[in-house]
């Protein structure tokens, strides 16, 4: 693990101060149950930290795994109904398709903003759940469209219930992981997003052979099975995913004890509900914000051509609509290995920048291939510049690492979350309208804006890392301990910036 990796702590004050002398923000509720529990690490013998994480993530992670997954499977399957006939069940014309794909974001955008309230103020796993189970709803509802209206008002609220996704996801996971371990944790659920589009091949072949004298069309009834399953895993999710790590019932005191002084390391809490609007105005003045946020865009660009347009492009190289669902899941296979390669490769080296650059790389070659290549006479060479492009799926873990990493205080952490999923949600805005009806079947402007968008998001990359060792450097240099575990100034709710000991990851 790198220097960049390492939160610094430095000598507190005493354990027994109280929390309100810790920082005007008030003190983290994880003090207030190392407090109430303080012989808790005494009562056993030492914690194995190794087996403990393997608990945890066999608990956490595939809940939140399943639910990555399926809001990436109940987005995309509209790229598959697209090829199973949707557009002329719904007699849509012209860029009514792009539209569709279009507004799910702009849902998705929109209620960014007061899911940064609730984010804050109900537990992230219980608002988890609970949207989880509404967007299946909307899932299964897009079933009964009947005309480009409908449908359109289907995928908004489908947007507008997946906004916390990312968010949740985001805050949950660094409640339980310290800066370098987070890394993979989030690659594991982020793997979803391959998973999706290679489940998402092999759902819509199979419902494409659905019998015309099937009550519902092929791809409403995928419509429907999908939602379903959808509000299943919501349901589990809010009886089974803890809130915070002190409501988990499968550790015991001595194990929640452990944990909590692992993670204080971290300086950014588990969990304060008190608003802090002055954090908000921070966010809004702290470069790294922005420059994670126009990454993000720029990043989402080519992410939502992978989301929206992947089976449509494959067609167009003249595969049959079921076959080309087939040929659309190793772009599933792409994303998942560029996913795992960044999260390990993380864990074991640290350096997010560079490993970011190493997935823009591929995914700007086969943006140069789809672009400059002729389909009729290099078909096999279009197909890998498809593939190639799902490489660029994997920053996006990341990015949501880097902002739960590098942003401390709870209000702030949230509005920082809410921002970086409301920047995918517009670059996800942007990409689909790159493809207009009048560049059919080429669509060479939107394949060009993949390599463009991608060389920009290597950029703003770069200088993010110099401006994280700009600022390490300008901060006090302390190792990584856990000593002060059990001070309330360590779980004092202060931003990075009002923390002078925070250490930046990069």
């Known amino acids: 693990m790198s220097s960049s990796d390492k939160a610094s702590t430095k000598d507190r004050v005493d354990v027994h101060e109280t929390p309100d002398d810790a920082s005007t923000g008030g003190v983290d509720?994880?003090?207030?149950?190392?407090?109430?529990?303080?012989?808790?690490?005494?009562?056993?013998?030492?914690i194995d930290l190794a087996a403990l994480r393997r608990k945890i993530d066999w608990h956490i992670v595939p809940l939140m795994f399943l639910c990555y997954t399926l809001q990436f499977l109940d987005k995309v399957i509209l790229?598959?109904?697209?090829?199973?006939?949707?557009?002329?069940?719904?007699?849509?014309?012209?860029?009514d398709f792009s539209n569709v794909a279009t507004f799910l974001f702009v849902g998705l955008l929109c209620f960014e903003i007061p899911n940064?309230?609730?984010?804050?103020?109900?537990?992230?796993?219980?608002w988890l759940g609970l949207n989880v189970a509404l967007w299946g709803t909307a899932t299964a509802c897009g079933a009964a469209a009947h005309n480009y209206q409908t449908l359109l008002v289907s995928r908004v609220f489908l947007g507008i219930f997946e906004a916390t996704i990312a968010p949740s996801l985001m805050l949950i996971s660094s409640q339980w992981y310290t800066k370098s371990e987070q890394a993979p944790r989030f690659c594991f659920w982020y793997t979803g997003l391959g998973i999706g589009q290679i489940l998402g091949g092999l759902v819509s072949y199979g419902f494409q052979h659905m019998g015309p004298d099937?009550?519902?069309?092929?791809?409403r009834t995928m419509f429907v099975v999908l939602g379903v399953v959808t509000v299943v895993v919501g349901t589990c999710v809010v009886l089974f995913l803890p809130d915070t790590p002190m409501k988990a019932k499968w550790l015991s005191s001595e194990e929640k004890v452990a944990l909590l002084k692992h993670v204080s390391v971290n300086q950014t809490g588990v969990e304060n509900r008190k608003f802090r609007g002055k954090e908000i105005l921070e966010a809004l003045m702290d470069p790294q914000i922005y420059l994670l946020l126009l990454s993000v865009v720029l990043l989402s660009v080519s992410s939502g051509v992978v989301t929206s347009y992947s089976a449509t492009l494959i067609r167009n190289l003249g595969y049959t609509p079921k076959k080309s669902a087939l040929m659309n899941t190793p772009s599933g296979a792409v994303s998942i290995f560029f996913t795992l390669f960044v999260g390990f490769g993380i864990r074991l080296q640290s350096h997010r920048w560079a490993f970011i650059i190493a997935c823009i790389i591929p995914a700007i070659i086969g943006g140069a291939l789809m672009?400059?290549?002729?389909?009729?006479?290099?078909?096999?060479?279009?197909?890998?510049?498809?593939?190639?492009?799902?490489?660029?799926?994997?920053?996006?873990?990341?990015?949501?690492?880097?902002?739960?990493?590098?942003?401390?205080?709870?209000?702030?952490?949230?509005?920082?979350?809410?921002?970086?999923?409301?920047?995918?949600?517009?670059?996800?805005?942007?990409?689909?309208?790159?493809?207009?009806?009048?560049?059919?079947?080429?669509?060479?402007?939107?394949?060009?804006s993949v390599m463009a968008t991608q060389a920009a998001c290597a950029l703003t990359t770069f200088t993010l890392f110099l401006y994280y060792v700009w600022q390490n450097k300008r901060r006090t240099s302390n190792n990584e301990?856990?000593?002060?575990?059990?001070?309330?100034?360590?779980?004092?709710?202060?931003?990075?910036?009002?923390?002078?000991?925070?250490?930046?990851?990069?």
């Open 29 to 46: 509720t994880a003090w207030k149950y190392l407090d109430a529990h303080r012989d808790a690490s005494d009562a056993a013998g030492p």
């Open 79 to 95: 790229n598959y109904a697209n090829v199973m006939g949707l557009q002329k069940d719904l007699k849509m014309a012209g860029n």
């Open 116 to 126: 940064i309230y609730f984010l804050q103020a109900v537990p992230a796993a219980k």
């Open 214 to 219: 099937a009550k519902l069309a092929g791809w």
């Open 371 to 448: 672009s400059f290549l002729d389909p009729k006479t290099n078909k096999a060479g279009c197909l890998a510049g498809i593939y190639l492009t799902n490489a660029v799926v994997a920053p996006l873990a990341i990015f949501y690492n880097w902002i739960m990493a590098n942003v401390g205080g709870a209000t702030k952490r949230a509005f920082a979350a809410a921002l970086i999923s409301g920047s995918f949600s517009l670059g996800n805005i942007i990409g689909p309208q790159t493809f207009q009806a009048r560049d059919a079947p080429d669509y060479i402007p939107a394949k060009i």
């Open 481 to 506: 301990n856990e000593d002060a575990y059990m001070s309330p100034e360590t779980w004092a709710n202060m931003t990075d910036k009002e923390n002078k000991n925070y250490r930046y990851a990069y």
